[in-house]
């Protein structure tokens, strides 16, 4: 009888080589599997909140274009500095900064925010926005006929 056949502890099987445990049955790995998934497992949680955080990044820049957009717009169609601001902030993301500028003809709103996570980790994410003042845009009546 081979060492297969007896179930040999630690004998290698024939010409297939393969090792046996001491009741017969193909050998342990001994613990790596338990020991690499204690390793793998926090690795992928921490790799899925890091694409979860860059998706609530992308987010809150997406959310400060459209702001600085619509701040913008309002600017340019002559509403009151406060209607522009609450504009702005309400497509803005929470806790964003606003700020409503004019320089000459042209009117400028810059929406600036943090994303959510940890102050010291997180980027300042922004965006500006600038407009021709409607009032400055003149309109050409000649050959127009009363």
């Known amino acids: ?3 297969c056949e007896r179930g040999a502890a630690g004998a290698a099987c024939g010409p297939c080589g ?9 050998g342990r790995d001994g613990g790596f599997v338990t020991a690499e998934a204690a390793v793998v497992l926090p690795a992928l949680v921490l790799f899925a909140m890091a694409l979860v955080w860059a998706l609530l990044a992308a987010s809150a820049q997406i959310q400060c274009v459209d702001a600085a957009r619509a701040g913008a717009r309002a600017a340019a169609r002559q509403d009151p500095p406060d209607a522009v601001t609450a504009v702005a902030r309400q497509a803005a993301p929470r806790g964003a900064r606003v700020t409503v500028s004019r320089e000459g003809d042209m009117v400028r709103v810059v ?18 926005a600038v407009a ?10 000649v050959g127009v006929q009363p």
Request: without cysteine; charged residues 30%; aromatic residues 0%.
């Open 111 to 128: 929406v600036v925010a943090h994303p959510p996570g940890p102050r010291a980790l997180t980027p300042e994410l922004g965006d500006a």
């Open 132 to 141: 021709l003042a409607e009032e400055t845009v003149e309109v050409d009546t």
């Open 18 to 26: 393969e090792r046996r445990g001491a009741r017969g049955m193909p």
């Open 1 to 3: 009888m081979s060492g």
